[in-house]
């Protein structure tokens, strides 16, 4: 979780969200790293967690990302939940709860819908305070 909050620190840097992401391979390796981009691109699905997604499937050699565990600092929107789906990774980990858009149990609960195909492990909390910290922090100054 350090590592995607160094990733949220530089969205923040830049004027975006500050929200980063990892996703890391079945035996525990980092695979990829991001962190929003959607002021520095104009692309409205430029999310940290699709873009590690994109990133962790180059490098996997593959789209499923059967094994691969994403932490993420904050909790995945309906997009970002749907692509997790899809993807078939195996674990989401995240900080910070998101009561207005979380779809990873908060508002929605997408990743762990039965009537889907796949539902990831969901583990919640990790560095709870200090990802909301970031991002308290963040909107205090716009």
């Not at 967690?49 to 059967?66: F, N, Q, Y």
């Amino acid at each position: 979780m350090r590592r995607a909050l160094a990733e949220a620190g530089r969205a923040a840097s830049a004027g975006d969200v500050p929200v980063g992401a990892v996703v890391l391979g079945p035996d525990g390796t980092g695979l990829a790293t991001a962190h929003n981009e959607r002021e520095a691109t104009g692309d409205p699905t430029a999310h940290a967690e699709i873009l590690a997604l994109r990133r962790a499937a180059e490098a996997h050699g593959e789209w499923r990302l059967t094994g691969c565990t994403l932490v993420v600092t904050l909790e995945p929107c309906t997009m970002c939940a749907g692509a997790l789906v899809q993807s078939r990774i195996a674990r989401v980990v995240y900080g910070a709860r998101d009561e207005k858009a979380g779809a990873a149990g908060s508002l929605w609960d997408v990743v762990r819908d039965r009537r889907l195909n796949h539902r990831p492990e969901v583990i919640a909390g990790v560095l709870e305070r200090e990802c909301a910290e970031q991002l308290t922090a963040f909107f205090r100054t716009l």
